[in-house]
Nanobody, 115 residues
Framework: QVQLVESGGGLVQPGGSLRLSCAAS????????MSWYRQAPGKERELVAYISSIGGRTNYADSVKGRFTISRDNAKNTVYLQMNSLKPEDTAVYYC????????WGQGTQVTVSS
């Protein structure tokens, strides 16, 4: 069955960096575009970044452009989110998502940006 397992979250000070990973299994990873979403308390889940199936195309939310980078390693069945210059407003649970006719979600990883 499809599984997506996020890791790499934690507590970081403003201006710091984190790299999130999402390990995928149960499907042919290289056939699917992937996305990172986040959900802050009391807010709707929002798209953060998108990467096409072979990584040739990426898109970002305006709020993270220039600070976050999405990438993937199809040999390792893993998608990454490098987050730099983190701000308190980046605090949220971050989820990876397999795109396609049927979407699958990971369980999420908490990112807290606070001094």
């Amino acid at each position: 069955q499809v599984q997506l397992v996020e890791s790499g979250g934690g507590l970081v000070q403003p201006g710091g960096s984190l790299r999130l990973s999402c390990a995928a299994s149960g499907f042919t990873f290289s056939n699917y575009a992937m996305s990172w979403y986040r959900q802050a308390p009391g807010k709707e889940r929002e798209l953060v970044a998108y990467i096409s199936s072979i990584g040739g195309r990426t898109n970002y939310a305006d709020s993270v452009k220039g600070r976050f980078t999405i990438s993937r390693d199809n040999a390792k069945n893993t998608v990454y989110l490098q987050m730099n210059s983190l701000k308190p407003e980046d605090t949220a649970v971050y989820y990876c998502r397999r795109n396609g006719n049927i979407a699958y979600w990971g369980q999420g990883t908490q990112v807290t940006v606070s001094s």
